[in-house]
């Protein structure tokens, strides 16, 4: 993984000098509210419902095991012995005392870590797909480019105030597992036809109060032009994206308002009067860069152990997780491992600071000491022995993290809601804790197949409640929790926008309004049909009809 140089370590440490004082100065009254606020923000702080909320960047996802045992430390010490992994690869502490921050900054500098830019009107942590390096489908890693893109855009004095708040993924598969569609800027590393590596650019998509999937601009653009290209976008949505509404202010609606071709000759025309050659990456640097996520020494023997396959036939249970939490690898002899958070006791993306301390301990014995955040709120270890999988399994399984249920509907994505969100409508934990309480039995589960089930607490779409194959959106109703279903979303290869079923339904009949939405997908489906694909074939009627039956 990418280590600080003296520049980064230094404008970190900088920052958490300048965040202490401003910090000091609040408390002192010498800085009022208004003044205080951008300069927090800066720094990835929030005000939450009950205490500040502190987003810690965890570019593109990976964690060496040393900065998880700090976020362990942080944990224990300033919060309440916990974190919550967010949608987009971070962090979140829900509890840390205002005062006490800038020294949760500098214990995260120590490290190499941050909060820079996790929040507010500028571009924020590049994410990606979490099987980057490792997918067997992939063309090129998308990492050294995340990075760049991080470089190039921490602390971009141009773009530190733009109209409202930009997100970039980046992917080099052939599945789109970084959700590239849903972003405003995504990324597909492509090859023409000489083979020559590139990227495919997408502009314009985002989820919250109008969602909308982007827009291809360019189908090849050479990776030497990178950052050039990125800069245009970003120096034409800076002038004319809206500042008189935050609800318009993002770049999908100056896409839609100008029209997808319009927008991209708006562009090219400004990438046609930059100076490229400022900006432009040579090989050199992008294989300076590709140098820091070299492969680990992986044992060229590893795959000659043939012992897993007689666990396999004899372990039932070891089996079921194996088939569900596991997934293929690039190199022969390894497999990538994710480790559910969606235990059916907790909060979905939430860790203790002690499963963080071991995990971090598994981290080092079994996948070279790295781990990574998903979009799921799931984490993975990328680079795991075959052989090593049933002892993996077993230490998983005594820390809570072998719940078998990765792609199912208990996999489900949350944002924290009204227990702890200042802007949320609605809960959602409970609401979680109610799904997994009616949905208990794998085999059920495993019988519907993949199921992306995401849960948001308002229009924010935290959640991603837009894209998910079944997306729920708590809405207030005079003061009590109601919630909207949607069915047919995707962030996938498709993307698309789910559609709403009907009216919202009370708290308690979530989880019933669900079981009648999928004992409609079981009566409809045509052989493996999965149920997405019932979905976009049948329509949202048949499953309208079913759950509103008894109101007609």
């Not at 309480?437 to 935290?462: E, K, P, T, V």
Request: one cysteine or more; aromatic letters at 8%.
């Amino acid at each position: 993984m990418y280590r600080y140089d003296a520049h980064d370590q230094q404008i970190v440490d900088e920052r958490v000098a300048q965040f202490r004082d401003q910090t000091r100065r609040f408390l002192a009254g010498e800085l009022g509210e208004e003044e205080f606020r951008p300069l927090r923000l800066m720094n990835g702080l929030y005000l939450q419902r009950h205490a500040p909320m502190l987003r810690v960047a965890i570019p593109y996802g990976l964690l060496s095991s040393a900065q998880l045992r700090s976020l362990a430390h942080i944990a224990r010490t300033y919060d309440k012995g916990y974190g919550h992994i967010s949608t987009r690869q971070n962090i979140q502490f829900n509890w840390p005392r205002l005062e006490q921050v800038p020294d949760i900054l500098a214990e995260l500098a120590a490290v190499q870590m941050h909060a820079i830019q996790t929040s507010g009107n500028c571009i924020r942590n590049t994410t990606s797909d979490q099987l980057a390096g490792v997918a067997p489908d992939e063309l090129a890693d998308p990492r050294p480019y995340c990075e760049i893109i991080r470089q190039w855009s921490t602390l971009h004095p141009e773009f530190s105030y733009l109209p409202r708040k930009f997100k970039i993924a980046v992917t080099g598969a052939q599945s789109d597992r970084a959700a590239i569609q849903v972003h405003d800027i995504g990324l597909q590393l492509v090859a023409d036809s000489s083979g020559e590596i590139g990227f495919r650019v997408l502009v314009g998509g985002g989820l919250g109060r109008a969602p909308m999937v982007g827009v291809t601009v360019r189908e090849f653009l050479p990776r030497g032009d990178l950052l050039s290209y990125l800069e245009a976008i970003l120096r034409t949505y800076n002038r004319l994206g809206r500042r008189d509404n935050m609800h318009k202010a993002r770049i999908k609606i100056l896409v839609k308002a100008t029209g997808a071709a319009r927008f991209a000759e708006l562009v090219e025309a400004e990438f046609a009067q930059l100076d490229r050659a400022a900006l432009a990456l040579p090989d050199a640097e992008i294989e300076r860069v590709q140098a820091f996520f070299a492969p680990p020494a992986y044992e060229a023997d590893a795959a000659e152990d043939t012992s897993l396959a007689d666990r396999l036939e004899h372990d039932v249970a070891f089996a079921r997780w194996y088939r569900r939490n596991t997934v293929a690898h690039k190199q022969p002899g390894y497999r990538a491992v994710y480790v559910s958070l969606k235990a059916p006791d907790q909060p979905p993306g939430d860790l203790t600071a002690a499963q963080m301390e071991t995990l971090a301990a598994l981290a080092d014995a079994y996948s070279f000491g790295e781990v990574r955040t998903t979009h799921q709120q799931n984490l993975l270890l990328a680079d795991v022995r075959q052989a090593d999988l049933p002892a993996l399994w077993e230490a998983l399984a005594a820390a809570g993290f072998a719940q078998p249920n990765i792609g199912t509907l208990t996999d489900m994505i949350a944002c924290p809601g009204l227990d702890f969100c200042s802007l949320a409508n609605a809960g959602t934990l409970d609401i979680a804790a109610q799904i997994n309480q009616r949905f208990d039995d794998l085999d059920y589960l495993y019988d519907l197949g993949d199921i992306r089930l995401n849960m948001s607490g308002c229009m924010n779409a935290c959640g991603h409640h837009h894209v998910g194959h079944i997306g729920i959106l708590g809405v207030d109703k005079k003061g009590e929790s109601w919630y909207q279903i949607q069915l047919g979303g995707s962030s996938a290869n498709e993307a698309s926008l789910g559609k709403v079923l009907g009216p919202s339904v009370p708290a308690e009949r979530v989880a019933d309004t669900l079981a009648e939405v999928l004992a409609t997908y079981v009566a409809l489906r045509e052989g493996e049909e999965s149920f997405l694909e019932t979905v976009r074939r049948v329509g949202i009627a048949p499953f309208k009809d079913r759950v509103y039956a008894e109101a007609c």
